[in-house]
């Protein structure tokens, strides 16, 4: 097909979109589609500013960890280690402060030596030994949450002070907030984690679209063999892609660490299901090649929006949660899938 | 007339590690010299009464059968799954659950503490068999026909499905008190062995059957290997992998059965907890490629019993369940990598140099 260049292109026209840009929209129109139903059929809740904080101090560990799975998904690996890492380092960290008389800024340098290390090895396994990522990660889920109870069996809360003072920083943000019942203005607050999220997001985004490091993971997960004879280290950016992950786990470890401030072996469960739950809702496919940092954000919140419909709707039961996630998951996969395909037909007829 | 002979004993040497199933077995062998080395009791089997005084088996090895059985098959399963698909369904737990929710459904009626079985054991058994290939199904087409990635469309019924299998019961947790349930989890009177290692043998007899007798084997290979000369072959790939994923929801039920009958209740979130992540690494171990295509059934169910052959080596040294996870991790890898390709390829090169310096 001959390529118009020089029609100008235009945002809103579908065929001209590429396959990324045309997933993110979608995410992102359904996200805000769903707060606003929410606000309008819900009310109250939604209504409050600080609701749309919360979910961001509550998801700030889980959207930096759906950053990192994003990018090994668009290299075309997985990595499910992620959840198990989390409850490993929130409980070292724990130990360290509290039992070993560790301080703040060691804590910290632990959780991201425990991500390197962990990136490392995995890394080192699936670039250069070509052993199937799903197998690797699971070792090191595996690995990881076994650690966690050997480092130390009994949940327990931190009670060092400077880490507490640091838990319960907020940062208010001027001009948000809401009227509270005795007609007082109350700011609306996020947590240092959501500010580290965002940090990470936004440059998670410049370096893979304006870096030739991040344009390589796309090019390898896209197609190998091409990516190869274009000269790209294959194995380099797969061991990259693998090792960038883990870091940002370790970082992710350690938000969810300050917003928990508690060291347990439960912690963190089922977080890498969740978080590959992000990426995709945010468009990013397993298959590799296809992905975006801010559409993986978005998955995250439209997750969490979801999970808090659930609950001011009054379905209060456990299983709603699972059921509820469940049916979005479907519906952005069988939607994806559904474009996808009459994308492919467009383009051969 | 020696020298030929060492020549064939060393090829046939050459074969035996190049064939798949050499990983399985190897881990087998070392496992087992590992056991008479550290505590050779390992390998006692006693016989004497059980709580209801049945003279019954017992003993590590008759432990390692029974634990396995489950997982046996649901590697049948998933073998299957992984040859046409190329992707592995992490739903198997969380659907085992389901199963044996509706078993026990039936089984209680409306009454969860009912006494007496409402209905007899075979028809909540086909009932929940009917239900679990029905939910294969549903994962089989979203795989086949909208062509999602086996890990990704049963992503859903994993986080969906433990939710369901609360919801099947009213998130009550009914308990059978009659024993007949129990005979298919733990012992029939009279018989000095526990009924799931029948069950399991029956399974990969049954399954061994149909991949001589039919063509299941060949066609979810060649769907594997490339689906688009199967069409031209006029197979119907997009059946096929459905067709696998039906296969393996009758594996989980008849797992869902065992289960159950091991403790005649359930435990929504606990039952076959992690079970879809060892039946993986079973198909694994068994050196079958996860990304489709060839496979060998027999070397799956070893490496499942491999995998309960370590667990139950971990739980006899005072391992924590807890902690249990990271050795088994630790072993894993020990063994992905050294039956990996190129690790095996750069050992090779390493002996022949080591032959050259001795010559």
Redesign the interface.
Known sequence: MEKKIGTKKSFLNIKDMTDTNLLLSITIIVFFLMYIGAMIFLGEGFLKSQTFFNILNDQSALIIVSCGMSLVMITGG?DISVGGMAALISMSCAVLLDMKGGSLVGSMGLAILIGLAFGLVQGY?VA?????P???S??????A???T??VN?APFNVANESFVALKNTRLNIPGVGSVNKNGDFVNAYVEIGVIVALLVVIVMFVVLRWTKLGRNFYAVGGNKQSALMLGINVKLTKFLSHMICSFLAGIAGYVYFMHVGSGS?SHASGAE?NA??SS?IGGT???GGVGNIIGTMFGTLSLATIQNIVTSAGLD???????T???M??LF??IQ??I??QRKKAQVG | MSKTSVNTNESFFKKMIHSQIFIPIAALLLLTLFNLIWDPSFFKINIGPDASGNQVLSGYIITILDNASELVILAIGMTLVTAASGG?DISVGAAIAIAGSVILRVLCGSDSRSTELQAPIIVAFIIACVVAMLFGAFNGV?VAY????P???T??????????A??INN?ELPIVTDVSLSYYGNFIPGIPIPTPVFIAIICVIIIMLVLKFTTLGLYTQSVGINEKSSRLNGLNPELIKLLTFVILGLCVAVAGLIKVGRFSTINYSVIAKDIE?DA??AV?LGGNA??GGKFNMMASVLGAYVIQYLTTTLYKLKV?S?????????V??LL??LS????REKLAKLGKKLKKKEA
Not at chain 1, 317 to 323: F, H, P, Q, R, S
Not at chain 2, 340 to 343: E, G, L, S
Request: with cysteine.
């Open positions: 997985i396994l250069f030994l070509d052993i199937q799903f197998i690797v699971l070792a090191g889920m595996f690995f949450r076994g650690m109870t050997i069996t072996a299901m590959i739950a995709i496919m397993l298959t039961e456990a299983w709603w949660t699972g059921i996630n469940a049916a998951l479907c996969l069988v899938s559904v996808m395909a | 592995q979203l909208f062509k999602i990635q890990m990704v469309a992503l859903i019924l994993f986080t969906a499905g433990r939710s369901i609360a919801w998130n992540m993986i690494l694994a996860l990304g924590s807890d902690a249990l996870s990271a050795y088994k991790a630790i894993v890898i992905v990598v990996a390709p190129i690790v």
